[in-house]
T-cell receptor, first 110, second 116 residues
Framework: AQSVAQPEDQVNVAEGNPLTVKCTYSVSGNPYLFWYVQYPNRGLQFLLKYITGDNLVKGSYGFEAEFNKSQTSFHLKKPSALVSDSALYFCAANTDKLIFGTGTRLQVFP | EAQVTQNPRYLITVTGKKLTVTCSQNMNHEYMSWYRQDPGLGLRQIYYSMNVEVTDKGDVPEGYKVSRKEKRNFPLILESPSPNQTSLYFC???????????????FGPGTRLTVT
């Protein structure tokens, strides 16, 4: 079965430190890959996507993601975390439909 | 403003009482979808629609119905709600390409449904 895995339920990081939220996928073909963010009591918002080309994708709010085909990973990164980055983050892979991971809660401490 | 709207935002109902959650988008998107979000399970797709009059089942369609009579609207219908349908529901839309949503999806604000 095709799936997207986010191995960490929660990631804690101090403000100003770099952050990584992990994502691996198991889907056929060459999927499009997405990151979405969900703030409390809000719908999901698109952050960035990988279609093809450069393995490092830049997105909104200073986030970027690194695509690694051999490891089937698409980790979300940010060089310097902000308290306002605290939210729920979802990785997703598109094949013939969008498959979401279970989400990772990012907590940035002052 | 480009947006996806859902109504109602909160709903408490009883088992067996038919309900409809409306979804509307103003971006002329072809693709629309319904998801439910449950703790530890992420988002699971209920139904999706590639265009007007074209709908298909997602991963968890049991107990739900949809229709797509107009491009902008994609209502979710629960004919006989049960407590296991208590969840947070999201409608989403996107431009469509090929066999699936190759573009990012725009999500509505969510509908929190409680079935007692």
């Amino acid at each position: 079965a095709q799936s997207v895995a986010q191995p960490e339920d929660q990631v804690n990081v101090a403000e100003g430190n770099p952050l990584t939220v992990k994502c691996t996928y198991s889907v056929s073909g060459n999927p499009y890959l997405f990151w979405y963010v969900q703030y409390p009591n809000r719908g999901l918002q698109f952050l960035l996507k990988y279609i093809t080309g450069d393995n490092l994708v830049k997105g909104s709010y200073g986030f970027e993601a690194e695509f690694n085909k051999s490891q089937t990973s698409f980790h979300l990164k940010k060089p310097s975390a902000l308290v306002s980055d605290s939210a729920l983050y979802f990785c997703a892979a598109n094949t013939d439909k969008l498959i979401f991971g279970t989400g990772t809660r990012l907590q940035v401490f002052p | 403003e480009a947006q996806v709207t859902q109504n109602p935002r909160y709903l408490i109902t009883v088992t067996g009482k038919k309900l409809t959650v409306t979804c509307s988008q103003n971006m002329n998107h072809e693709y629309m979808s319904w998801y439910r979000q449950d703790p530890g399970l992420g988002l699971r797709q209920i139904y999706y629609s590639m265009n007007v009059e074209v709908t298909d089942k997602g991963d968890v369609p049991e107990g739900y119905k949809v229709s797509r009579k107009e491009k902008r609207n994609f209502p979710l219908i629960l004919e006989s709600p049960s407590p296991n349908q208590t969840s947070l529901y999201f409608c989403a839309s996107s431009l469509s390409g090929g066999g699936g949503p190759t573009y990012e999806q725009y999500f509505g604000p969510g509908t929190r449904l409680t079935v007692t």
